[in-house]
Structure formats: structure tokens, C-alpha cells
């Protein structure tokens, strides 16, 4: 049974970093894209970072490009977001998903929700002002 397990939220304070992680069982997902996503309260859930399959591709929404980073370990089978210089804004559950199939996406693809099979249960980020 495939599971995406979340962990590293937390209370920050604005300007702060939290590392966030997401380890995955079930099966290997090496070659598969894999992303971060998160929802505010009263908000719809939005795209904040995807990688892809091989590592050399990654997206990031304009509102934390230059402060957060995707990034992944095979080996551990786990995909991580740095989120520095955090604000108030990225207040949010954060959420993490797997593609479920090892393919080629682009920046239309990998920003859209119903193109990942796999999803955690969510984090919690707060950063206080």
C-alpha cells in the first residue's frame, strides 16, 4: 500500500526556515515527478514546487521562487521543500504528491493537481508576523 507520510511543519516566525519532508513507502518513486502543493483556510489548494523523475526539472510558483527549494533523495525515497525567508503569507497546510506513473511533465502538467495519483495527509506551516 502506497503512503506519503508529511513531517517538519511547525511555528516560525516570519523570516524564519523550515525543512519539510516526505517520505514515501509502498514503492519506489524514483523516476517519478513529485511535488509540494498547499491550501490556506477559506482557499483553494495551489502549486509551490515540482521536480521531476531524473531531478534535472524543477518548478516553483512565482510567490516563493528564490526561497524555497524541492529537492529529493532516492535512496530514502523522500522529496523535501527548504522554505526560507518565510512570510506570513505562506501560512498553509502543506501537502505533498507523487505522480504515478514515471513521466515527462512540463510546467502546464506539473502545476495542475489531478496529475498526481499519491498525497499525504498535510503539514502544518504557521508563520507569525
Known amino acids: 500500500q502506497v503512503q506519503l507520510v508529511e513531517s517538519g511543519g511547525g511555528l516560525v516566525q516570519a523570516g524564519g526556515s523550515l525543512r519539510l519532508s516526505c517520505a514515501a513507502s509502498?514503492?519506489?518513486?524514483?523516476?517519478?515527478?513529485k511535488a509540494w502543493f498547499r491550501q490556506a483556510p477559506g482557499k483553494e489548494r495551489e502549486f509551490v514546487a515540482a521536480i521531476s523523475g531524473s531531478g534535472s526539472t524543477t518548478y516553483y510558483s512565482d510567490s516563493v521562487k528564490g526561497r524555497f527549494t524541492i529537492s529529493r533523495d532516492n535512496a530514502e525515497n523522500t522529496v523535501y521543500l527548504q522554505m526560507s525567508s518565510l512570510k506570513p503569507e505562506d501560512t498553509a497546510v502543506y501537502y505533498c504528491a507523487v505522480d504515478a506513473t514515471a513521466r515527462f511533465k512540463s510546467w502546464g502538467t506539473a502545476t495542475r493537481t489531478n496529475e498526481y495519483a499519491y498525497w499525504g495527509q498535510g503539514t502544518q506551516v504557521t508563520v507569525s508576523s
Open positions: 509502498g514503492r519506489t518513486f524514483s523516476s517519478n515527478a
